[in-house]
Nanobody, 121 residues
Framework: VQLQASGGGLVQPGGSLRLSCAVS??????IGWFRQAPGKEREGVLCISTTGRATFYRHAVKGRFTISRDNTKNTAYLQMNDLRPEDTAVYYC?????????????????WGQGTQVTVSS
């Protein structure tokens, strides 16, 4: 199983980024996006089930972040709008071998390598 996260970068406050997570070697899974800021623990952001149902783990991103997936491409996306400096972190995608997302964020079975998102003027 491999997960490849991409799309991070440097963006000004109020800007947008779209992260991608390409999954291989796994057929039936939910995907979660997590982030880890310097000196902090990894925290769950959003999760999407096999049928496209989203579960938010961070209230602060509601209305700004959207998760989606294209099962034909085995890829999930995290669209991040109105980015804030506090969104700065390494973003990781993870896959679970279950179809549904857990109600609360918990470690995934498989992880990608992370992509840096920096929000700064």
């Amino acid at each position: 199983v491999q997960l490849q996260a991409s799309g991070g970068g440097l963006v000004q406050p109020g800007g947008s980024l779209r992260l991608s997570c390409a999954v291989s070697g796994l057929d039936y899974y939910s995907i979660g996006w997590f982030r880890q800021a310097p000196g902090k623990e990894r925290e769950g952001v959003l999760c999407i089930s096999t049928t496209g149902r989203a579960t938010f783990y961070r209230h602060a991103v509601k209305g700004r972040f959207t998760i989606s997936r294209d099962n034909t491409k085995n890829t999930a996306y995290l669209q991040m709008n109105d980015l804030r400096p506090e969104d700065t972190a390494v973003y990781y995608c993870g896959a679970s071998g279950t179809s549904q997302c857990s109600t609360y964020a918990r470690p995934m079975a498989y992880w990608g390598q992370g992509t840096q998102v920096t929000v700064s003027s």
